[in-house]
C-alpha cells in the first residue's frame, strides 16, 4: 500500500505545500508521541532542525504536538541530524526529530524520526503513525499536569562536539593541519568549526552564516567547486564540504580535487584493517559504487557487500551482516562503532587522522585504486513501464552480453520521479558509452 506521507527518509516536501504543513506536523507530533509512549513516566523527545526558515514554523507545530499528548520537549536548535541521533540515547528519550531537507533548496523541509536506540524507524512503524495521523486523536490528549512541557537544551552542542571528537583514536589531535572547512550554511555551522579547532586544527570557514535561505546556496557538498576554490586560494591541507543537515560530507583534495565516496570508503577500511578494527571482513555500498572500489577490496583479502541505492539499506545489510563501515557514493559514510547514521564530521576526523599519521598529501592518500569507467544517465519518461517493454528489455538483455563478466550494468527506477537512471561500467569506456546510448535511446523511444 502507498504511504501518503512518509518517503525514503521521513517526510520532506515544499514547505506550506501540499504535504508539509503546520498542521500535518502538529498531527505528526501527537501520532508519533502516542505511539511511542511505553509505561507510567514522563516521557521525553529531542528535536533538532537546520537552518531553513521554515524550521520555526515546523518545531513550534511539533512541539505543540507532542506536548499534547504528554511528551516532554528537548528544543536542540541548529544541529547536525546524526547529532539528534546521537543525543536522543544519550539523554534517554523515548523519541528523537530532526527538522531538514538535507541537501535540497531551503524552500523545502522535511521531518525524520529516530527510535530511543537512535536507529530510523522501520517502514512498518511509519505505516502505523500515518494511520494515526488519519484519525481524530481529541480523546487521547493529556490535560492539567498531564501536558508535556518544552524545554531548550543548551548544552546539547557541547555533548555532540565531546562525543565526536572521542572518535578519534587515543591521543591523535589535528594540530599542523590547515583545513577549509564549508558547513553549507546548514545544520553544523556552530558544532563543526567549534571540533576542529578545539582538536588544534587551523580552520578556515566557509557556509558558516545562514539566514534561513541560504542553506545549500552555491556551498556545501552539493557544490563542492567553493571548498574547492577557498583550498588552492588557502593552500590549505584539505577541504570538508558538508550537506545541509551535516550527514554527508565530500572530501577536497590540497589541489583542489573532489575525493568521492568510494575513494573515502577505501581509505577508512584499510585503516581500520591496520589497526584490526575493521569488522565483516569488508565494507558495504550501493550497486552505483565503482568497480575500481570492489577491486581494491578484493586485492587485500576485503569484501564489498552491495545494497539498493539509500544509505538505509547500507544500514540494514551492516546490522544483518556485522560490518561497521559503510556508505554511497554521494558521501553518506556510515561508521556504527560510533554512529547509527550517516555522520560527515565524523567520517571527516577517521580520514584527518589518517593524514596525520601517515603524513602524506590527501591527493596520494585518497587516491587508492584507478575508477573503472563508469558512466550514469537518467531518462524522464511521461507514462507507463518503459523496463517492461519488449524492446528495452530485449536492448538491456544486450548491453549485460556486451559488457561481459568484466563488467556491471544498473537500471533502477526514480522512487519520487518518473525518471530511469542507466548506469553501465568497464575497463573499455567506448564500450560504456556504446551501451548506455542504447539503453537510453530504446527507453526515450517507446516513453
Not at 89 to 114: E, T, Y
Request: one cysteine or more; aromatic letters at 6%.
Amino acid at each position: 500500500m502507498a504511504r501518503k506521507y512518509f518517503g525514503t527518509d521521513g517526510i520532506r516536501g515544499l514547505a506550506n505545500g501540499e504535504k508539509l504543513t503546520p498542521e500535518l506536523a502538529l498531527k505528526v507530533g501527537m501520532a508519533t508521541g502516542l505511539a511511542f509512549q511505553r509505561g507510567n513516566y514522563r516521557h521525553r523527545v529531542v528535536i533538532g532542525k537546520d537552518t531553513r526558515r521554515s524550521g520555526y514554523m515546523l518545531e513550534s507545530a511539533l512541539t505543540a504536538g507532542f506536548t499534547a499528548v504528554g511528551m516532554d520537549v528537548f528544543l536542540l536548535g541548529p544541529m547536525p541530524t546524526p547529532a539528534v541521533a546521537m543525543l536522543t540515547r544519550s539523554l534517554r528519550a523515548d523519541l528523537g526529530v530532526m527538522i531538514s531537507a538535507s541537501h535540497n533548496p531551503f524552500d523545502d523541509n522535511g521531518i525524520k524520526l529516530f527510535r530511543p536506540d537512535g536507529y530510523k524507524l522501520s517502514d512498518s512503524v511509519e505505516a502505523d503513525i500515518e494511520k494515526l495521523v488519519g484519525t481524530d486523536l481529541s480523546n487521547r490528549l493529556a490535560q492539567g499536569r498531564q501536558i508535556g512541557r518544552a524545554y531548550r537544551d543548551e548544552e546539547a552542542r557541547t555533548r555532540y562536539i565531546e562525543y565526536a571528537k572521542r572518535t578519534l583514536p587515543r591521543n591523535a589531535d589535528l594540530a599542523g593541519l590547515r583545513v577549509v572547512l564549508d558547513c553549507a550554511n546548514g545544520a553544523a555551522y556552530k558544532v563543526a568549526p567549534l571540533a576542529l579547532w578545539e582538536l588544534g586544527a587551523e580552520v578556515f570557514t566557509i557556509g558558516v552564516e545562514p539566514d534561513g535561505f541560504n542553506i545549500n546556496d552555491k556551498v556545501g557538498s552539493t557544490a563542492p567547486d567553493a571548498v574547492a576554490a577557498k583550498v588552492r586560494e588557502l593552500r590549505a591541507d584539505v577541504g570538508i564540504a558538508l550537506d545541509g543537515d551535516a550527514d554527508r560530507v565530500i572530501i577536497v583534495d590540497e589541489k583542489g580535487n573532489v575525493v568521492d565516496g568510494d575513494q573515502f570508503m577505501a581509505v577508512i577500511a584499510q585503516s581500520w584493517m591496520k589497526r584490526g578494527q575493521l569488522l565483516g571482513g569488508g565494507i558495504v555500498a550501493t550497486v552505483m559504487s565503482n568497480l575500481g572500489l570492489e577491486r581494491y577490496l578484493t586485492s587485500m583479502g576485503l569484501n564489498l557487500e552491495r545494497t539498493q541505492v539509500g544509505d538505509r539499506y547500507v544500514l540494514e545489510a551492516m546490522r544483518a551482516k556485522g560490518f561497521n563501515v559503510g556508505g554511497e557514493q554521494s558521501g553518506h559514510i556510515i561508521l556504527s562503532d560510533f554512529t547509527t547514521t550517516g555522520d560527515g564530521l565524523v567520517a571527516a576526523l577517521q580520514l584527518l587522522a589518517v593524514l596525520k599519521e601517515e603524513d602524506r598529501p590527501v591527493s596520494e592518500i585518497c587516491r587508492r585504486f584507478e575508477k573503472v569507467p563508469q558512466l550514469l544517465q537518467s531518462v524522464r519518461y511521461k507514462q507507463g513501464k518503459p523496463l517492461d517493454h519488449k524492446l528495452v528489455v530485449q536492448v538491456i538483455a544486450e548491453g549485460r552480453a556486451r559488457l561481459g563478466d568484466g563488467g556491471r550494468l544498473v537500471i533502477r527506477e526514480s522512487g519520487t520521479e518518473p525518471v530511469i537512471r542507466v548506469m553501465a561500467e568497464s575497463d573499455d569506456a567506448a564500450l560504456v558509452s556504446s551501451v548506455v546510448s542504447d539503453i537510453t535511446k530504446a527507453i526515450r523511444d517507446v516513453a
